[in-house]
Structure formats: C-alpha cells, structure tokens
C-alpha cells in the first residue's frame, strides 16, 4: 500500500515562494502518475498540477500556469511543486495522490491514495 505525505507548507506573504514535497512509500509508487489538489473550508477539493510517472508530461491548472511547476525525482520516491508569486487565493489545505492514467483534465476522482495534506496560507 502506497503512503503519500505531503511537507513544506507554511505561512507567507503574497509574492512569496514554497516548495511542496509528496513523498512516497512502497514499491508500488512506480509507474503511477501523480498530482497535487488543493482545498479551502466549504470547497471542492480542485486540480492544481500533476506529473506523468516518466516526467515530461504535466498539467497545470490554468490558475497556476506560469506560477508552480511540479516535478519529480523518482530516485528518492517525491514529487515536488515549487510555488511562487504566491497569492491570497492560493490559500488551501494541498494534497497530492497517484493516478493510474494522467487525463488531459485532471480530476479528484481519478486520484487515489491522498495524503492528509500541508497546509499553505498566503496573506496580503
């Protein structure tokens, strides 16, 4: 059984940077494709990026494109998301979970194996 636990969140001011860390345990992170959600009280959990399990293949959403950039290191079983130009609105709980297939439009429901999140605020 795969684990996923999320690191790195934190406080910090708008235009700030951080860098999340997904790290895996169990051989069966192999071949699985991986992404990070976020979520803030009374909202849907919602796509942020995710990562093919070879690497040169990710999606972002549109909110972030040009922001975050996801990437993996497979060697040591993370997956990373460095964020910057922080803004309020990137405030949330962040997830990430593993996919057997990696869709042109990433979804909750394709996901498995969640870990029980880092939690970001960004404050203006």
């Known amino acids: 059984q795969v684990q996923l636990v999320e690191s790195g969140g934190g406080l910090v001011q708008v235009g700030g940077s951080l860098r999340l860390s997904c790290s895996a345990s169990g051989r069966t992170f192999f071949g699985w494709h991986t992404g990070w959600f976020r979520q803030s009280p009374g909202k849907e959990r919602d796509f942020v990026a995710a990562v093919s399990w070879s690497g040169p293949t990710s999606r972002y959403a549109d909110s972030v494109k040009g922001r975050f950039t996801i990437s993996r290191d497979n060697a040591k079983t993370t997956v990373y998301i460095q964020m910057t130009n922080l803004k309020p609105e990137d405030t949330g709980l962040y997830y990430c979970?593993?996919?057997?297939?990696?869709?042109?439009?990433?979804?909750?429901?394709?996901?498995?194996?969640w870990g029980s999140g880092t939690q970001v605020t960004v404050s203006s």
């Open positions: 979970a593993k996919a057997p297939l990696l869709m042109a439009t990433p979804r909750a429901e394709d996901f498995r194996s």
